[in-house]
């Protein structure tokens, strides 16, 4: 089971599940309706008056990873989230989680501040648009950035001085989208 809408660009709830063919009589939909004693397939996707348009993009968005080239996208994507995980980690005077080898698209940066204001930190940030966990980890604070290709560097600095500011105590600047050039 797996979502599609952050690794391949298609809009929320978009995913998929496989089941050997043993285990399909066994699943069902936790949303019972008409479907519910059909074929496997319908069991899991006909479900009520869910939005399906999600689901119609899934075949253009898988051939346009594919035209671009899933090498390029990586390579794109590992180094924009070690320039951008390296920029908040400078920025703050902290360090991130992972070194180069071990990191994909994904990375942690230490705030400094104790694990206890890591719901707060996280809900301050969303509430200015931007969308970056602060996770707690014993009694520090992680942040998780993650990079694709419609993100640009400029964001990662945004989200670094929104940090800066809540590291402050002051109030952090709303989240500007299309500030930075996307390559």
């Not at 930190?121 to 200015?128: I, R, V």
Request: hydrophobic share 40%.
């Amino acid at each position: 089971m797996a979502n599609l809408h952050k690794w391949a660009l298609v809009p929320a709830p978009a995913g998929f599940i496989y089941a050997a063919e043993k285990y399909r009589n066994k699943l069902y939909s936790p949303i019972v309706g008409h479907s519910h004693e059909g074929p496997y397939t319908e069991r899991l996707t006909i479900v009520g008056t869910m939005d399906y348009s999600p689901y119609l993009v899934i075949p253009d968005a898988l051939k346009m990873l594919k035209d671009i080239g899933m090498d390029k996208i990586w390579e794109h994507n590992h180094k924009l989230v070690m320039q951008g995980s390296g920029l908040i980690a400078s920025k703050l005077g902290t360090e991130c989680a992972t070194d180069d080898k071990h990191t994909g698209f994904m990375r942690a940066i230490r705030l400094n501040m104790g694990a206890e204001k890591a719901a707060e930190w996280t809900e301050a940030l969303l509430q200015n648009g931007f969308v970056a966990p602060v996770i707690p980890v014993g009694d520090q604070a992680w942040v998780r950035v993650s990079a694709q290709i419609y993100n640009n560097l400029d964001e990662y600095m945004q989200l670094a001085e929104a940090l800066e500011a809540l590291t402050k105590g002051q109030p952090i600047k709303p989240y500007q989208q299309g500030k930075g050039k996307t390559p």
